[in-house]
DNA sequence: CCAGTGATACGCT
DNA sequence: GCGTATCACTGGC
């Protein structure tokens, strides 16, 4: 079925089987000023205390509760002084387990997301990197700890057109240092809204 | 290419 | 309690 709410039980799962249940899903943030939906064509994987790249890592803190919470759940953080990230919370056995979401290309609401993204050129660029698309989304520190599955909730989750595992690519995850070996960074081949991949302020063309 | 921006968390007193 | 390195980044050069 397409277009519907997510299950709770359905994101439950490990990160990585999470992050390839996400790619094509819809992400749907209503405020104010109006709706806008994305696709989701990039995100990576966080496997909790295992994974020295995870917020979790080091355990529970103030900032990171919300991993911990139930599955569904979204997790926002502040990052670099001036940018805000977001995460669907999966697995609720007490491993924190999430996927960030890198990029998405916006739906409906275009006009709504070019405002807040003047520095987008083309449309493209509107949800093309984990930052832009939360400003394109409208999502802000006020969304940490939203339930993406209440129908009631003004920021949800929806099921897409499924993306078959042959158009999904991976690679290592971006900015993260430790835990190079598994490639957790998963994006849908063919969109024009994949982010580049950045690292130490290098660009790295193809990999 | 690299400056901006500020919360976070760790290692020391 | 305090100093400070480190960011799951972006936009303007």
Redesign the pocket.
Known sequence: MNGRLFKREELAVDPVDLAYLLLGSVIECAGPSGTVTARLVEV?A?RGQEDP???SY?GR????QVMWGPAGHLYVY??????F?A?VVGSEDGTAG?V?LRAGEVTSGVELARAR?K?ARRDDELGQ????LTTALGIGPEHNGADLLDPASEIRLLTGDEVPRAAVRSGP?????AAMDHPWRFWVEDSAAV?AY?RG???RPGR
Do not use: I
Request: a positive charge; one cysteine or more.
């Open positions: 990576e966080y790249a995870s917020h080091r803190t103030a900032r990171n502040f990052v670099y002084g001036m940018h990230c995460n999430a960030l993204r520095a990197g984990p930052a832009r995850r971006v900015g993260v240092a982010s950045r302020g290098r660009s």
